[in-house]
Every structure is written in C-alpha cells, then in structure tokens.
C-alpha cells in the first residue's frame, strides 16, 4: 500500500503546484483571448464590417450556450475560481500519470530529469495532438466533439507508447515501431471541419496557439522539476520492496 | 506483498508495478471526466480549462 500512498502524496503536491502555476499562466496568457474570441460567438450577426462573413461564420461555429439550460459559474471572480479548481485537480490527474510511468521506467531522480520528463508529457499532452486539432477559440468552426475527441486520445497513446519504446527499449526494431507509432495518428489525420471560415480574426487565433502551447510547456516542466525535486522525500516509500530485501 | 522478497534487484521493483497502474489509471479518470466529460455543468465549469489545454471542446 505504502507505494501506492507516495504516488499519490507526491503526484497530489506536485500537481498542486503545477496547477497553481497553470492558472495564473492562463489568467495572463489564454483566458483574455478566450474572452475576446467569445465576442466574436455572442456578437456573430450584428454589424460587423467584414465582407459579409457572418452569414456562413454563424452556422459554422458550433454552437455554444453559456449558461442557457445548465448551470455555468459566473464570469469574472466565479468563473477564475472555477478554472483554478479544474486546473489544480487535472494538475493531480497528469501528476499521477507523470509519476506511474516514471515510477515504472525508475524514477525522477533530479528537477533536471524532471525536466526532460517534464517535455514527455508536454510532446505527448500537448504537441502531437495539437499538430492536428490546434488549440480552438470559442466561434471556432470544428469537426464532430467525439471524432475530435477519439482522435485525440489515440494521438495520445500512440505518442506514449512510441516515446516510451524509442527511450526505454535497447532492440532498435523496437524503436523504429515506436516512431511509426508517433507518426501514425497524423498519417491518419484528425478529423477537420468542412470549412474553416470563421469570424475569429487569424491573428487572435495565432496568439491563441502560441499561448497554449507555451503555457502548458511551462505546466509540464513545472510539474517534471516538482516531481524531481520532493521525490526524494517520498522514495523510500516508492521503493519500499528493494529496501525490504536489503 | 509477501511475494515480494522472492524476486531480487530491479525485478523487485515490479512488486510496485501494480500500485503504479493503478495510480496512474486514477489519473486517467480525473484527466478524462474534466477535459473530456459531456456534462454540460463539467464542460461549463471547465470550458476555459478545456479551451487553454487544447482539448477538443464544443
């Protein structure tokens, strides 16, 4: 039990931590064009003085009700509070996962390995899905949620499973398995919608991705160096079976 | 957790192998219920979580 228990205690610290860091990164970075984006989805028909846009842009956007039937946090004070609290707690989610794999493959045994662990999770969370379904703004147009969503959790896996067999395995037909695996979802292709027209503006889309991707790198690598760093203080618990043999 | 002290060396380590899944899998379902659940009153709670972590969202 013991091995289970520090996994989570130190996955739980971590994963605070990096939460905490994600949060305030996204209140400064993401939120304000998330924001600005949600403009452009309330006020898709009124006057906008762009070529006539709006009439193919409002039913292409999905569409996207805050608050109409079910309950939504208020925006402003509620609405940050609200996101905080996700992030803390999928912060602990991809803690744990972070610490099972390294824990299997031996352990973070420095915030400089925790760092490089750190980018694993970032390639595999972050990039390889995003080169396929880039990060969306609200009034963006975007193929069916769950194609989106079955692409993008096989993106993910196939990502793991092919770093993990080009890192951990010494047979090198293994390794090239493990770059087919990564290249594999993006042969496929994920799922695209039939027109990308859109009102939301290429340049605040841009920012958008950009933003994105540069916070959860920094989500990542906070969370790598966290786990590298107190995984000391947990690691006779981890490795309570070779101490018990000594 | 008796089984364990068969096993020497880095074998040893296998002995946590089990805990690890199973930590791990908790992971995958906190991770899935708040960046993938059709809840309207997760993807609400989330939705700038979702949007900021590029998850598929709406």
């Known amino acids: ?246 | 957790m008796a089984q364990t002290s068969v096993i020497q060396g880095s074998a040893a380590t296998r002995a946590g192998i089990l805990p690890l899944a199973f930590a791990g899998l908790l992971g995958v379902f906190i991770v899935g219920f708040a960046g993938f659940a059709h809840m309207d009153v997760v993807h609400n709670a989330g939705h700038d979580y979702r949007h900021s972590m590029a998850f598929p969202c709406h």
């Open chain 1, 1 to 246: 039990m013991s091995v289970f228990r520090n996994a989570i205690f130190l996955a739980a610290i971590a994963g605070l931590f990096a939460g905490i860091v994600m949060t305030g990164l996204q209140s400064v970075f993401t939120v304000p064009l998330i924001l600005q984006a949600e403009t452009f989805e309330s006020a898709a028909a009124p006057a906008d003085h762009h070529h006539g846009e709006e009439a193919q842009a409002a039913p292409a956007a999905h569409s996207h009700d805050h608050g109409e039937e079910a309950w939504a946090p208020a925006d402003g004070a509620e609405r940050t509070f609200y996101t905080g609290l996700v992030n803390i707690v999928t912060g602990i989610g991809f803690a744990l996962l972070l610490v099972a794999a390294s824990e299997i493959a031996g352990g973070i045994r420095s915030w400089r390995a925790g760092l490089v662990w750190g980018f694993a999770g970032f390639a595999v969370f972050t990039l390889a899905p995003g080169l396929g379904l880039p990060p969306e703004l609200p009034a963006m147009p975007a193929a069916d949620l769950v194609a989106r969503q079955a692409w993008w959790i096989f993106t993910v896996c196939a990502t793991a499973a092919g770093l993990a067999l080009v890192a951990f395995r010494t047979a090198p037909w293994l390794a090239l398995v493990g770059v087919a695996l990564i290249v594999a979802p993006h042969v496929i292709g994920a799922p695209q919608p039939l027109s990308h027209e859109t009102a939301v503006p290429d340049g605040l889309h841009h920012s958008f991705v950009v933003a994105v991707t540069m916070t959860s790198l920094v989500f990542w690598l906070a969370m790598g160096a966290a786990v590298g760093t107190l995984r000391e203080r947990f690691a006779a618990g981890l490795e309570a079976p070779r101490h018990s043999l000594a």
